[in-house]
């Protein structure tokens, strides 16, 4: 048990089962609302270590002072996130992070012809300050967590977009066509590297803690990670399945679960040769900006194309401006892959819309009506 949720050992147990697809007493959800009971002291604030890339100790105490006022509720496992950052891996290749309002920017402009020596030259060891940073963070907030909360593996990027960062987008798409074996060359070394890193930090993380997250916040009794290739919208599939396919397969043959990212419609285009992959466990699907939310009718086909492939399904807040869509997606989808993550501004809010397998209202009745009966409830317990 932990002093933030009562009921980890539980919603463990049912994400075992979920990463199996699988289900031991009812589907899988997470979510989160403000305790009514206790003073709400705002969100947590990702960003502190990339403001200050030394404060560990700062980001820990906004956790721990902020946490005791949210409900973990369902498969929601509290944690804390050392965040530097889409794309740390590329500070440790010699890129200098800059914060700018919430996000971080990663940018080496560096020719073709000296891209390969330079990602060569990067060691991973403690010489190299990213590399130390990275561990020393880990290791504390992994100390500091025991049982009470997980400890989130750092966001390191992936393989092409850590390519980006030094060569730019635009020269790195042409580098393709004109010098495809340096990309090849860049791509092996990056690949090399991110998983030295992945599992130096996993292994700090393990020695302490049970599990694997990051952030994503979906716990794994085992190994897994979020691939993501964020620049392939910009690929056409040809290109897609000639400089990204192969390195996303390689990341998920060495890990025991893992969920590609699939951010935005330019994305689809590859989600076939995606599902084609036996090692990927799943995808995380996240509509573009100003498209459709992720509750919406018009993704179900495509929820539907991945859940036949036999693939797991995560959607991130799909209940933005319809809370009542979070029951039809459970109804219309395969509730044993699906993995939702929600969240509530209140308690009532919460308690009407979540589906009857957790305790909720399914959205069922006038919202009106039942936030009076539940404001009345809660005057005469007192």
């Not at 890339?53 to 700062?58: A, R, S």
Request: net charge neutral; proline share 7%; hydrophobic share 40%.
């Amino acid at each position: 048990m932990s002093i933030y949720k009562e009921d980890i050992d539980e919603a463990k147990e049912r994400l075992k089962a979920w990463w199996d697809f699988e289900i031991i007493d009812r589907p899988c959800v997470s979510y989160f609302y403000p305790r009514p009971d206790v003073k709400f002291l705002g969100i947590f604030d990702l960003w502190i270590l990339a403001k200050n890339w030394e404060n560990i100790e700062g980001l820990i105490a906004d956790f721990e002072k902020k946490a005791k006022a949210v409900y973990f509720g369902g498969e929601t496992i509290p944690w804390i996130w050392p965040n530097y950052g889409p794309g740390i891996m590329a500070s440790v290749l010699g890129v200098e992070p800059k914060f700018g309002k919430d996000t971080v920017w990663f940018s080496r402009p560096t020719p073709i012809e000296e891209i390969v020596p330079l990602l060569e030259s990067a060691q991973l060891n403690n010489n190299n300050p990213w590399y130390e940073r990275l561990l020393r963070v880990t290791e504390y907030a992994a100390k500091r967590a025991g049982k009470e909360f997980a400890v989130a593996l750092t966001d390191l990027g992936g393989i092409l977009d850590i390519l980006s960062s030094f060569l730019g987008p635009t020269n790195l798409i042409l580098a393709m066509k004109r010098h495809p074996n340096i990309i090849d060359t860049c791509r092996s070394i990056i690949v090399e590297k991110w998983l030295k890193m992945f599992k130096t930090l996993q292994n700090i993380i393990d020695s302490y803690n049970l599990g694997c997250t990051n952030w994503l916040n979906v716990w794994c009794p085992k190994r897994w990670y979020p691939i993501q290739s964020d620049i392939s919208y910009m690929l056409s599939p040809k290109y897609f399945e000639r400089f990204a396919l192969q390195d996303i397969i390689t990341l998920t043959e060495h890990m025991d679960y893992s969920i590609y990212h699939l951010d935005g419609p330019g994305q689809l285009p590859h989600l076939d040769a995606l599902l084609k992959i036996p090692t990927l466990t799943g995808i995380q699907w996240v509509p573009g900006a100003g498209d459709e939310h992720p509750g919406s009718d018009k993704w179900m086909p495509v929820y539907k194309k991945i859940q036949t492939a036999k693939k797991n399904l995560i959607l991130d807040n799909p209940i933005m401006e319809n809370p009542g869509l979070i029951t039809n997606l459970y109804n219309k989808l395969d509730p044993k892959g699906l993995f939702t993550i929600l969240i509530f501004t209140d308690i009532i809010t919460a308690k009407f819309y979540l589906p009857k397998f957790v305790g909720g209202e399914g959205g069922e009745g006038d919202f009106k009506t039942f936030k009076k009966a539940y404001r009345k409830k809660i005057k005469e317990s007192k």
